[in-house]
């Protein structure tokens, strides 16, 4: 059933009566948000459709703790609508603190999330104990200093596609997947001085935030099976931070000009039963930096196994000084290129393509639009 609302009693009203299939549509310019809904759910053949009545003018859930807040409510779609002016999450989607009761079938499209609180620990998107889920062609800016663009706490086989971060200095994080968080590809997206950490990999949580809890006797880590690929990354302290992970893949980026690191490895759960952060690859990236970036390009923090890291085949180039292009590696590099100028199209304004003479063309990201 297509369900038009006009005013906050409106949605509030269809928002609760919603059934397998039904498409509620906005068709008003500004929405008081505030807005919460606890347990009605769609079908994974009949999900429930939340967004905008005319796409190309998107309508605004302005204000509130959280704009919009799910809880227990699977197989949603949400998509052509801005949040913007919480105070503390524009989205926050998650299990109810249900934690062995995942929630599966939410999409995320065409989203502007902005202006989620200002100083402190806010989110614009925080989810929590998900499952087979999709971010896609979200606008994600300016959240909290000390928050994160998406937070994701103990979710897993996820995708988050082609978004944009943008924050609103260098603190803060740009993506995080921590809390036992699996199975999480992060591809096409674009970062831009996202953040101290543009993508956090692992993080510390709270032990009994785990999803699913832990378990007495096992190995536990933040985050396993992580991927970062084809996604371009301006500034940021350090694009990739490998926290608490056991086994995560970054490959085929771009990173340009990181102000102090291209990648720290970092250990801060170190709670019984937690394995260092280990067994991660960093492979065919693209690293343009500048000669006064720390420690060689890497920050290796205590507790952690740098020894199990692989790098492979990516190309360094230090743009003031191509002979100090070399990186300072936990383990020998196989196939790395170092001083060579990868020849990116127009990098000072944020043009990361490859020029037509790079001969880079086989590393690094390879989306043919410029992030800016």
């Known amino acids: 059933m297509q369900r038009i609302v006009r005013t906050r009693a409106e949605l509030i009203m269809a928002l609760e009566a919603a ?55 699977p197989h949603w779609r949400i998509s052509d609508l801005r949040f913007e002016g919480q105070t503390v999450h524009c989205l926050n989607i998650d299990d109810g603190g249900e934690r062995t009761k995942p929630v599966a079938g939410i ?45 994701i706490v103990g979710c897993h086989q996820g ?18 997947t921590k809390g036992g968080t699996s199975q999480i590809r992060v591809s096409g997206c674009r970062f831009l001085h ?31 099976q992580i991927t970062v690929e084809q996604c371009v990354f301006i500034g940021s302290e350090a694009p990739i931070a490998f926290t608490g992970v056991d086994g995560a893949r970054v490959q085929r980026n771009t990173f340009y000009k990181p102000l102090r690191w291209a990648v720290r490895i970092l250990q801060e759960n170190t709670a019984r039963g937690f394995v260092p952060s280990r067994h991660g690859v960093f492979r065919r990236n693209i690293v343009v930096f500048t000669s006064n970036w720390a420690s060689g390009g890497l920050n290796i923090g205590p507790n952690t196994a740098p020894h199990t890291f692989r790098f492979e085949e990516n190309w360094w180039y230090c743009a003031d000084d191509p002979r100090r292009s070399t990186p300072r590696l936990p383990t020998s590099e196989t196939g790395g290129v170092y001083g060579r100028d990868p020849r990116l199209h127009n990098p000072e304004v944020g043009d990361l ?10 590393y690094g990201a390879t989306d043919t639009n410029p992030v800016l």
Do not use: M
Not at 159 to 176: H, K, M, Y
Not at 203 to 212: A, M, S, Y
């Open 194 to 224: 996202a953040g101290g950490r543009a993508v956090n990999i692992g993080g510390h949580t709270g032990l009994e935030f785990f999803r699913p809890p832990l378990t007495l006797g096992g190995e536990h880590a933040e985050a396993r």
């Open 19 to 73: 059934r397998p299939g039904d498409w509620i549509q906005i068709d008003a310019e500004v929405i008081e948000g505030g807005l919460s809904l606890r347990g009605v759910a769609g079908a994974s053949d009949k999900p429930i459709r939340l967004s905008s009545l005319r796409p190309e003018r998107p309508g605004v859930i302005r204000g509130g703790r959280t704009g919009l807040q799910l809880s227990q409510c």
């Open 159 to 176: 995708e988050i596609r082609r978004c944009t971060l943008r924050a609103r200095d260098e603190w803060g994080v740009g993506i995080q």
């Open 353 to 362: 393509r490859h020029a037509p003479d790079s001969p880079a063309k086989e």
């Open 107 to 151: 999409a995320l499209q065409r989203l502007e999330l902005r202006h989620a609180g200002t100083e402190g620990n806010y989110d614009a998107l925080k989810l929590s104990g998900l499952k087979k889920f999709t971010i896609e062609e979200c606008q994600i800016l300016n959240w909290g200093s000390q928050g994160q663009g998406i937070d």
